[in-house]
């Protein structure tokens, strides 16, 4: 088993961080984003969809999506549960998990990529204007985070769940696209600092 | 049980597909997008994220997210499996449906929103380019797609998913983005062919 990462991307440290918190260790492999390995001719035959992480299984069968990678070692390894111990648990970590990636994350990496002169090779056409929008749409987000957390240090169920995983990366991600969580949304400040001070929100 | 439905979106059709695979009805309430009910302060109630669908359960929990919908279903009523029977195909399923829905299903909303005047409230700016560009991104995703498909019915394990409802509704939004698959793309017109096919996809 390995798996390709790389430390300059907030997707690839979900999976690091579900690791962690697992305790598994995984070989790893890096694919050098800045360089654009990704964009070679090699790495489309391991993911046509040129992203990463890609966890290749021993048989040589690769899996794509930081959330599908860690659902797969949630499945191997139940202990301790990451998605959720009920079906209603499960299923809000899967609308929390959503509602992050779709709604914040979404927002901060247009953002980000539609404002930095580095993201060009990415945003061919970047628009100043979208990445406003966006950065509102973020701000607009925590705003209604922030009436959905009533002091509980995780999201879904009394305990730490990928939904945090994609929380606090979405958090850190702010600083990418020039924004960070308004003083006044102490709610979402304080969550955002006990994902942080995690010993797994390190790598 | 309710369920706060729309007739007149792509992500609700999904939980209808998927209620219609189980064979389980669950009693709907209409919501006007076109009248922005949920733009009312009585919506935000329901759903402070103001999206549909909702499922409302009996002691009044709430849940949205499409996906998230559907896997509470699938943990309530197993039969048939729509989101994989083994660790390795509840990955997939996981993969093909974040795929669909990051890559392709975000790029058609892009290109429709940016480009229809009946969109102009939820895109107040309306970019030109930045449909065209989403166009593009999801023509691309197609000619990709085209690669992964080897002739089956069904995106995982040989059995329909989760990953081809979203598959099938995000084909069936092309048209919104004045797209279609185009004619050389034979195995993605046939997967697609197929999934329309069933008794299903009607509502």
Redesign the interface.
């Known amino acids: 088993m390995k798996l390709y990462d790389t430390e300059h991307a907030p997707n690839p440290r979900r999976v690091r961080i579900f690791l962690a918190e697992k305790g598994i260790t995984v070989p790893r492999q890096n694919v050098d984003l800045i360089g654009r390995e990704h964009f070679s001719d090699d790495f489309a035959a391991i993911n046509?969809?040129r992203q990463v992480p890609v966890l290749e299984?021993d048989d040589g069968?690769r899996?794509?999506?930081s959330?599908?990678?860690c659902?797969?070692f949630e499945?191997?390894h139940p202990e301790p549960p990451l998605f959720g111990t009920t079906?209603?648990e499960?299923?809000?970590v899967?609308?929390w998990s959503?509602?992050i990636?779709?709604?914040l994350f979404?927002a901060i990496a247009q953002a980000f990529r539609h404002a930095s002169r580095g993201m060009a090779v990415l945003e061919?056409?970047q628009?100043a204007?979208?990445a406003e929008?966006n950065r509102d749409r973020a701000l607009s987000?925590l705003r209604?985070l922030e009436?959905?957390l009533h002091g509980e240090p995780f999201l879904v169920g009394g305990r730490f769940s990928m939904a945090d995983i994609s929380g606090l990366v979405a958090l850190d991600f702010l600083r990418a696209a020039r924004l960070q969580v308004p003083e006044e949304l102490t709610r979402v400040r304080q969550w955002h600092a006990g994902l942080a001070a995690r010993p797994s929100a390190v790598p």
């Open positions: 046509p969809f299984l069968t899996l794509t999506e959330a599908a990678i659902r797969y499945e191997l079906p209603l499960r299923a809000q899967e609308m959503r509602r990636d779709f709604l979404t061919n056409l628009i204007e979208w929008v987000f209604t009436g959905e």
